[in-house]
C-alpha cells in the first residue's frame, strides 16, 4: 500500500507562514465552503504514479480522501490543476454519509461537481435507497438522479424479496439544504405492479416536518376488495397540520379520506 497527501497552491504558499491557534466555543460538524478547498488531498492504493502538481493515477484498492468526502475505486487518476478524479471499476464515493456505488465517476472534487454512472444509492438521512441509470452531482448539496428508483423498505433476507413500495422516475432531484426530493415522471410501483402515475412528486428527505405523500398501505377484504390507500401530509403551518388517506378500491371506486 502506498499513500500521498497532496497540497493545493494556495495552501502550499501558507506554509511558510507561523501557526496560530483561534479559539472555538464548539466544534463545527461540517467544514466551511471557503475552508474545503484548502484541505489536503489524500490518494493510497497499491501502485501510485504520476506527475508533481499535474496527475497522479492510484491502481488496486484505490482512495482518494478530502475532509468528508471519500472516493473507492479499482483505478483513481487524480488531476490537480482541475481538481478533477476520475475513478473505474467497483467505485463507491461517500458524501458525508450518503453512500454511491457503480461502474464509473468523474467528480471535481471540491466543488462536488460531475456525474456518476449506473449508481445504487444509499442516503444517510431517511435510509432510502434506489439505483439509477446516472447521477449529476450538481454541488455537495444538490443532485439530479436520471431514470431512477426510490424506496424506504428495508431489505429482508431471500431472493424472493421485492419492496412494498418503489418510485419509479424519470429524474429525481435531492436537495439537501432544503432537505426534499422531487420526482418528475413518475409512477408508483407496489409488490412489482404498477399503481399510479405521477407527473410530479416531492418527498421529504429527514424527519423534518413537509407537505407530501406518505408510504402508502394495501388492504384486502369482501366489502372493498382491493384496497390502496397513499397518505398525503399537509403541514399548513408550524403548530397545525392535517393527514389525508384518499384510497383506491376495486369494488367501490375512490375515496378521498
Known amino acids: 500500500m502506498v499513500a500521498v497527501a497532496l497540497l493545493h497552491s494556495p495552501v502550499r504558499a501558507q506554509q511558510d507562514a507561523p501557526m496560530s491557534l483561534k479559539p472555538s466555543p464548539q466544534l463545527r460538524e461540517d467544514i466551511p465552503a471557503a475552508q474545503r478547498g484548502q484541505l489536503p488531498t489524500f490518494l493510497s492504493g497499491d501502485h501510485v504514479q504520476g506527475t508533481t502538481d499535474i496527475e497522479t493515477t492510484v491502481e ?3 482512495q482518494l480522501r478530502r475532509g468528508a468526502t471519500v472516493i473507492h475505486a479499482d483505478k483513481l487518476q487524480y488531476l490537480q490543476p482541475d481538481d478533477l478524479a476520475k475513478a473505474k471499476g467497483n467505485v463507491r464515493i461517500n458524501r458525508a454519509g450518503d453512500v454511491f ?13 460531475g456525474f456518476f454512472l449506473e449508481p445504487h444509492y444509499r442516503f444517510l438521512r431517511n435510509d432510502a435507497y434506489g439505483q439509477a ?27 424472493s424479496w421485492m419492496p412494498a413500495w418503489i418510485i419509479n422516475a424519470a429524474s429525481i432531484r435531492i436537495d439537501d439544504e432544503e432537505e426534499v426530493g422531487q420526482a418528475t415522471d413518475a409512477s408508483l410501483r407496489f409488490m412489482g405492479v404498477p399503481i399510479l402515475p405521477i407527473p410530479s ?15 402508502p398501505t394495501i388492504g384486502i377484504d369482501n366489502i ?15 403548530n397545525r ?17
Open 133 to 159: 441509470e446516472r447521477v449529476d452531482f450538481i454541488d455537495d448539496k444538490r443532485a439530479i438522479i436520471r431514470k431512477a428508483t426510490y424506496t424506504t423498505c428495508q431489505r429482508k433476507p431471500g431472493p
Open 60 to 62: 488496486g484498492e484505490a
Open 241 to 257: 397540520d392535517a393527514t389525508f388517506f384518499p384510497a383506491l378500491m376495486s369494488k367501490r371506486g375512490i375515496d378521498l379520506g
Open 201 to 215: 412528486l416531492s418527498f421529504p428527505l429527514s424527519e423534518k416536518r413537509k407537505s407530501g405523500l406518505l408510504p
Open 101 to 113: 456505488e457503480g461502474p464509473e465517476l468523474e467528480l471535481k472534487v471540491d466543488a462536488f461537481e
Open 224 to 238: 372493498n376488495g382491493v384496497e390502496l390507500t397513499i397518505p398525503y401530509y399537509w403541514n399548513i403551518a408550524p
